[in-house]
């Protein structure tokens, strides 16, 4: 499957963004979907995670209550909705996707568990 998020920018702290993960190539509904991010200087670290069909998310505490993960399978296409958007989610986010044999409640945090990823987006938050 080949991943393409986009809908990244520059917002003012306290704004909104909405990022779209497009998937092609395969059917999007067999994959779980995860969101990453790597601040400047930092390493890439778990942001959101929806199971194959939407039932189940994850999300970081960092962002916990002012980010949803959402997807949408009819059109191939996952979301991250950011609210409340702080200087400090400033950061490149990247979509993922991982199939059910890497993909669990237990593994949703790590990037090894998402074989297939895409370019990333630049979020920009200013004080």
């Known amino acids: 499957v080949q991943l393409q998020a986009s809908g990244g920018g520059l917002v003012q702290a306290g704004g909104s963004l909405r990022l779209p993960c497009a998937a092609s190539g395969r059917t999007f509904g067999r994959y779980a979907t995860g969101w990453f991010r790597r601040a400047p200087g930092k390493e890439r670290e778990f942001v959101a995670a929806?199971?194959?069909?939407?039932?189940?998310?994850y999300y970081a505490d960092s962002v916990k209550g002012r980010f949803t993960a959402s997807r949408d399978n009819a059109k191939n296409t996952g979301f991250l909705q950011m609210n409340s958007l702080k200087p400090e989610d400033t950061a490149v986010y990247y979509c993922?996707?991982?199939?059910?044999?890497?993909?669990?409640?237990?593994?949703?945090?790590?990037?090894?568990?998402?074989?297939?990823w895409g370019q990333g987006t630049l979020v920009t938050v200013s004080s």
């Open positions: 993922a996707a991982a199939s059910g044999s890497t993909f669990s409640s237990t593994s949703y945090y790590y990037t090894s568990a998402y074989p297939y």
């Open positions: 929806t199971s194959w069909s939407g039932g189940s998310t």
